[in-house]
Protein backbone atom coordinates (compact mmCIF):
# COMPACT_ATOMS: atom_id res chain seq x y z
CA UNK A 1 0.00 0.00 0.00
CA UNK A 2 1.38 3.58 -1.07
CA UNK A 3 1.19 5.92 1.87
CA UNK A 4 2.87 8.31 4.42
CA UNK A 5 4.29 7.11 7.94
CA UNK A 6 5.15 9.59 10.85
CA UNK A 7 7.03 7.55 13.87
CA UNK A 8 6.59 7.99 16.62
CA UNK A 9 2.72 8.45 16.69
CA UNK A 10 3.27 10.14 20.69
CA UNK A 11 6.44 11.53 21.94
CA UNK A 12 7.34 12.89 25.02
CA UNK A 13 10.32 15.19 25.53
CA UNK A 14 11.92 17.13 28.58
CA UNK A 15 12.38 21.04 28.16
CA UNK A 16 15.76 21.80 26.79
CA UNK A 17 16.01 18.10 24.90
CA UNK A 18 16.23 17.86 20.67
CA UNK A 19 14.02 15.30 19.64
CA UNK A 20 13.50 14.20 15.70
CA UNK A 21 9.96 12.91 14.19
CA UNK A 22 10.19 10.54 11.36
CA UNK A 23 8.53 11.01 7.92
CA UNK A 24 8.92 8.45 5.26
CA UNK A 25 6.46 8.09 1.63
CA UNK A 26 6.60 5.93 -0.68
CA UNK A 27 4.23 7.81 -3.27
CA UNK A 28 7.20 8.28 -5.41
CA UNK A 29 6.77 11.85 -4.82
CA UNK A 30 8.80 14.60 -5.10
CA UNK A 31 7.68 17.90 -2.77
CA UNK A 32 7.30 16.89 1.06
CA UNK A 33 6.23 19.35 3.81
CA UNK A 34 6.17 19.55 7.70
CA UNK A 35 3.02 21.08 9.22
CA UNK A 36 2.30 22.52 12.57
CA UNK A 37 -1.45 22.07 14.22
CA UNK A 38 -2.55 23.94 17.15
CA UNK A 39 -6.07 24.38 18.86
CA UNK A 40 -7.93 26.55 17.20
CA UNK A 41 -5.99 27.64 14.43
CA UNK A 42 -5.04 26.01 11.06
CA UNK A 43 -1.98 23.94 9.78
CA UNK A 44 1.09 25.99 9.76
CA UNK A 45 3.99 25.48 7.64
CA UNK A 46 7.45 24.48 9.13
CA UNK A 47 9.87 23.71 6.18
CA UNK A 48 9.50 22.27 2.60
CA UNK A 49 11.10 20.56 0.45
CA UNK A 50 10.52 19.90 -3.48
CA UNK A 51 13.61 17.75 -4.57
CA UNK A 52 16.49 16.08 -2.66
CA UNK A 53 18.95 18.21 -0.64
CA UNK A 54 16.85 20.96 -0.86
CA UNK A 55 14.74 22.66 1.26
CA UNK A 56 12.68 25.98 1.77
CA UNK A 57 11.68 27.59 5.13
CA UNK A 58 8.17 28.05 5.50
CA UNK A 59 6.15 30.16 7.90
CA UNK A 60 7.11 28.89 11.51
CA UNK A 61 10.81 27.89 10.79
CA UNK A 62 12.52 28.69 13.56
CA UNK A 63 13.47 26.42 16.52
CA UNK A 64 13.02 23.45 13.46
CA UNK A 65 15.47 22.00 11.27
CA UNK A 66 15.56 18.98 8.15
CA UNK A 67 16.84 16.91 5.89
CA UNK A 68 16.21 15.91 2.80
CA UNK A 69 18.89 13.18 1.65
CA UNK A 70 16.51 10.58 0.56
CA UNK A 71 13.42 11.56 -2.14
CA UNK A 72 11.25 8.77 0.46
CA UNK A 73 12.14 10.66 3.46
CA UNK A 74 12.22 14.28 5.61
CA UNK A 75 12.77 14.13 9.43
CA UNK A 76 11.92 16.98 11.02
CA UNK A 77 14.07 18.04 14.25
CA UNK A 78 12.46 20.21 16.86
CA UNK A 79 15.17 21.87 18.76
CA UNK A 80 15.86 23.53 22.45
CA UNK A 81 15.67 26.62 20.49
CA UNK A 82 11.70 25.89 19.98
CA UNK A 83 9.57 28.07 22.41
CA UNK A 84 6.23 26.09 22.29
CA UNK A 85 6.91 22.76 20.80
CA UNK A 86 4.35 21.34 22.27
CA UNK A 87 1.85 20.40 19.22
CA UNK A 88 0.42 18.04 16.62
CA UNK A 89 2.85 17.69 13.54
CA UNK A 90 1.99 16.18 10.66
CA UNK A 91 3.69 15.62 7.12
CA UNK A 92 2.76 16.03 3.62
CA UNK A 93 3.77 14.88 0.03
CA UNK A 94 2.42 15.96 -3.24
CA UNK A 95 3.64 15.50 -7.01
CA UNK A 96 5.97 18.87 -7.35
CA UNK A 97 4.39 21.96 -9.64
CA UNK A 98 1.29 23.89 -9.24
CA UNK A 99 -2.64 22.32 -8.51
CA UNK A 100 -1.08 19.22 -6.70
CA UNK A 101 -2.95 17.84 -4.15
CA UNK A 102 -0.76 16.93 -0.65
CA UNK A 103 -1.48 13.53 1.32
CA UNK A 104 -0.92 13.75 4.48
CA UNK A 105 0.55 11.37 7.48
CA UNK A 106 -1.22 10.19 10.96
CA UNK A 107 0.44 12.82 12.50
CA UNK A 108 3.04 12.57 15.84
CA UNK A 109 2.09 14.14 18.98
CA UNK A 110 4.90 15.79 20.70
CA UNK A 111 4.33 16.78 24.63
CA UNK A 112 7.08 18.40 26.24
CA UNK A 113 7.22 17.86 30.24
CA UNK B 1 -1.83 39.33 3.49
CA UNK B 2 -3.09 35.78 2.05
CA UNK B 3 -5.49 34.60 4.36
CA UNK B 4 -8.05 31.61 3.96
CA UNK B 5 -11.16 32.06 6.48
CA UNK B 6 -13.57 29.11 6.78
CA UNK B 7 -17.80 29.72 8.35
CA UNK B 8 -19.24 28.92 10.69
CA UNK B 9 -16.11 27.69 13.39
CA UNK B 10 -18.86 24.97 14.21
CA UNK B 11 -22.18 23.21 13.17
CA UNK B 12 -24.48 20.56 14.43
CA UNK B 13 -27.11 19.49 12.32
CA UNK B 14 -29.21 16.37 12.88
CA UNK B 15 -28.98 13.57 10.88
CA UNK B 16 -30.36 14.22 7.61
CA UNK B 17 -30.63 17.98 7.81
CA UNK B 18 -28.18 19.74 4.70
CA UNK B 19 -26.47 22.59 5.31
CA UNK B 20 -23.22 24.25 3.46
CA UNK B 21 -19.94 25.46 4.67
CA UNK B 22 -17.87 28.21 3.51
CA UNK B 23 -14.46 28.82 2.46
CA UNK B 24 -13.11 32.72 1.24
CA UNK B 25 -10.27 33.44 0.29
CA UNK B 26 -7.75 36.49 -1.42
CA UNK B 27 -7.78 35.86 -5.18
CA UNK B 28 -4.61 36.70 -6.59
CA UNK B 29 -2.03 33.91 -8.07
CA UNK B 30 -4.68 31.15 -6.80
CA UNK B 31 -3.59 27.65 -7.84
CA UNK B 32 -6.05 25.24 -6.56
CA UNK B 33 -8.64 25.51 -3.65
CA UNK B 34 -8.74 22.14 -1.56
CA UNK B 35 -10.63 20.42 0.46
CA UNK B 36 -9.82 17.89 3.20
CA UNK B 37 -11.33 16.37 6.48
CA UNK B 38 -9.81 15.63 9.55
CA UNK B 39 -10.79 12.89 12.06
CA UNK B 40 -9.90 13.64 16.00
CA UNK B 41 -6.28 12.61 16.13
CA UNK B 42 -5.65 12.00 12.63
CA UNK B 43 -3.96 13.64 9.47
CA UNK B 44 -6.36 15.34 7.14
CA UNK B 45 -7.80 13.49 4.40
CA UNK B 46 -8.07 14.99 0.84
CA UNK B 47 -11.59 15.48 -0.78
CA UNK B 48 -11.59 17.39 -3.42
CA UNK B 49 -9.46 20.20 -5.46
CA UNK B 50 -11.05 22.76 -7.25
CA UNK B 51 -9.37 24.89 -9.99
CA UNK B 52 -11.36 27.38 -11.87
CA UNK B 53 -15.00 29.27 -10.72
CA UNK B 54 -17.75 27.52 -11.78
CA UNK B 55 -16.08 24.41 -11.46
CA UNK B 56 -18.03 21.48 -9.19
CA UNK B 57 -16.96 17.89 -7.57
CA UNK B 58 -18.81 15.49 -5.79
CA UNK B 59 -18.46 12.76 -3.33
CA UNK B 60 -21.44 10.64 -1.75
CA UNK B 61 -23.65 13.13 0.19
CA UNK B 62 -20.65 15.97 -0.19
CA UNK B 63 -20.78 18.68 -3.34
CA UNK B 64 -17.95 21.15 -3.69
CA UNK B 65 -18.40 24.12 -5.67
CA UNK B 66 -16.09 27.35 -6.58
CA UNK B 67 -16.60 31.13 -7.59
CA UNK B 68 -13.87 33.48 -7.57
CA UNK B 69 -13.75 34.56 -3.77
CA UNK B 70 -15.22 31.40 -2.14
CA UNK B 71 -15.94 27.61 -1.93
CA UNK B 72 -18.94 26.01 -0.12
CA UNK B 73 -18.73 22.07 0.53
CA UNK B 74 -22.36 21.11 0.76
CA UNK B 75 -23.72 18.40 2.82
CA UNK B 76 -26.61 16.73 1.77
CA UNK B 77 -28.67 14.22 4.50
CA UNK B 78 -25.42 13.79 6.15
CA UNK B 79 -24.90 10.61 8.47
CA UNK B 80 -23.51 10.52 11.88
CA UNK B 81 -20.05 9.17 10.53
CA UNK B 82 -20.09 13.05 8.49
CA UNK B 83 -19.17 14.11 11.81
CA UNK B 84 -15.70 15.67 11.48
CA UNK B 85 -13.49 18.86 11.00
CA UNK B 86 -13.33 20.04 7.08
CA UNK B 87 -10.53 22.35 6.14
CA UNK B 88 -10.00 23.93 2.86
CA UNK B 89 -6.87 25.26 1.92
CA UNK B 90 -5.77 27.33 -1.55
CA UNK B 91 -2.84 26.55 -3.50
CA UNK B 92 0.03 29.46 -3.99
CA UNK B 93 2.76 28.29 -6.47
CA UNK B 94 3.78 25.16 -4.34
CA UNK B 95 2.39 25.73 -0.91
CA UNK B 96 -0.72 25.69 0.38
CA UNK B 97 -2.44 27.95 3.10
CA UNK B 98 -5.03 26.57 5.45
CA UNK B 99 -8.20 27.41 7.47
CA UNK B 100 -8.95 26.75 10.83
CA UNK B 101 -11.47 24.65 9.92
CA UNK B 102 -15.40 23.83 10.78
CA UNK B 103 -15.82 21.41 12.85
CA UNK B 104 -19.42 19.34 12.05
CA UNK B 105 -21.11 17.55 14.69
CA UNK B 106 -24.29 15.22 13.00
CA UNK B 107 -26.54 14.39 15.99
CA UNK B 108 -28.43 11.04 15.73
Known amino acids: DGGITQSPKYLFRKEGQNVTLSCEQN?????MYWYRQDPGQGLRLIYYSQIVNDFQKGDIAEGYSVSREKKESFPLTVTSAQKNPTAFYLC????????????FGPGTRLTVL | EDQVTQSPEALRLQEGESSSLNCSYT??????LFWYRQDPGKGPEFLFT???AGEEKEKERLKATLTKKESFLHITAPKPEDSATYLCARGIREKLTFGTGTRLTIIP
Open chain 1, 27 to 31: LNHDA
Open chain 2, 50 to 52: LYS
Open chain 1, 92 to 103: ASSNSGDYNEQF
Open chain 2, 27 to 32: VSGLRG
